[in-house]
């Protein structure tokens, strides 16, 4: 081999290396955004991790500096939460690093990290199983689970609210399955209460609030756009985790025909800035029609549960001082039984026909999903689901209700 090929080979074998102990995996692309990629690795015992960086073209776009003024407030946001390295588990009432993903290591070692010896800034983030996005796409989302990342989502917000810290960027791509526990991931956008403004690169469109909204707006429309300040605030978060919760109700998008819009560059037609129409509809004072925005889908049966209806009414009020905080809401889910509606959906069975019989048949358990406004492509997919799981055709109403709500 030339000692030029040699070179080479040990110039890549140092570059799939980072900060001495973590080597990449080739193909072991794990997500990327704007301006960063995720990338699996392996530590030197063998555990996987996974290692975040700057793309190359981050730099040409803002500058080095800048970014290392980003890299050093992500990690000092990790410290500050109690979820960095060598975070330990205090007197406080949870233990944080079980309702964020936890940083294990970064490029330097102080509260001031520097850049690594090749000039990128690196963190090293435990590894996750599945993103809610991802797990939304199995479908069949019990109510169960559905309890599950919410208490687990308003935990991670009660926890940073109480801090002074806003995420910013609440959506289902940023929380994921760690084994059992649901976290918060994606820490780039955190800001302080005490941080002067809000900018579009804060936070995704589809999942701003309508104060953000009106933001965006009001920018457009002044001389002097510097002159608004709009400081980030804990009923931002709120609002996104409550169009989360929609999603998982809805076991999707719950504005899927926005999203579709997004995608195809629709709303970039409108002068001015991208999405103006969106967030002329969200700054609007009409309030959210959660049973038309779950209209067919499988969480409309959920919505016979006044107590479920009353949360998301308390996170997706449009002003921000009517939305309840994180605590007040954890505490509305701790209210909803285990069985949230069922009453409701009885009472439909009984509607059905003047007799109940014993066993109902495919055709008499897709009626009373249709009776409650759930759209019969999706009412046909939970009898697969029973069919799958329980090997039955037929069975009795309490039967099916207690596999609907397990």
């Known amino acids: 081999m030339s000692q030029s090929r040699a070179t080479k080979l040990d110039r890549h074998k140092d570059e799939d290396l980072v900060l001495g102990r973590y080597r990449l995996l ?8 704007g301006w960063c990629m995720v990338r699996r690795a392996v530590d030197l015992t063998g555990c ?5 960086a700057f793309k190359p073209q981050a730099e040409k776009e803002v500058g080095r500096e800048a970014l290392q003024k980003r890299f050093q407030r992500e990690v000092k946001a990790f410290h500050d939460i109690g979820i960095g390295p060598g975070s330990k588990e205090g007197a406080q009432e949870i233990d944080p690093r079980g309702y964020f993903v936890n940083l294990l290591d970064f490029s ?4 001031s990290p520097p850049p690594s010896v090749n000039c990128r800034c690196y963190t090293v983030l435990e590894i996750g199983d599945q993103s809610l996005d991802d797990w939304l796409q199995r479908g069949a989302v019990s109510l169960s689970g559905f309890c599950e990342l919410a208490k687990a989502l308003f935990k991670a917000l009660k926890w940073l609210h109480g801090l002074g810290f806003i995420h910013m960027d609440v959506k289902p791509e940023n929380i994921m399955r760690f084994g059992t526990r649901w976290k918060l991931i994606d820490l780039d956008c955190c800001m302080s209460c005490n941080d002067e403004m809000v900018t579009p690169e804060n936070f995704t469109p589809l999942y701003a609030s309508p104060e953000l909204a009106r ?16 400081r980030p605030c804990p009923a931002m978060d709120i609002w996104a985790a409550g169009v989360v919760l929609l999603d998982v109700l809805a076991e999707g998008c719950c504005f899927a025909e926005t999203k579709a819009s997004f995608d195809a560059a629709a709303l970039f037609e409108e002068e001015g800035i991208p999405f103006e129409g969106w967030y002329r509809w969200l700054a609007s004072c009409d309030p959210l029609d959660v049973d038309d925005l779950l209209s067919g889908t499988p969480g409309a049966v959920h919505l016979q549960d006044a107590r479920l209806r009353s949360l998301l009414h308390g996170a997706l009020a449009k002003e921000p001082k009517s939305r309840l905080s994180a605590e007040r809401l954890y505490d509305k889910l701790l209210e909803i039984s285990t069985s949230p509606g069922r ?20 055709d008499a358990l897709l009626e009373v999903m249709i009776l409650v406004g759930v759209a019969p492509r999706e009412a046909n997919r939970i009898l697969e689901a029973l069919d799958r799981q329980l090997g039955r055709r037929t069975l009795s109403y309490t039967a099916f209700l207690d596999f609907l709500y397990q």
């Open 26 to 33: 080739h193909n072991g692309l794990l997500g990327e955004g």
């Open 108 to 111: 330097g070692f102080d509260s």
């Open 48 to 52: 996987a991790v996974a290692v975040k």
């Open 343 to 362: 009453p409701a959906v009885e009472r439909v069975f009984r509607a059905v026909g003047e007799a109940e019989p014993e066993q109902y048949s495919t």
């Open 215 to 230: 933001e965006v707006l009001d920018t457009l429309e002044m001389d002097n756009p510097a002159t608004r300040k709009l």
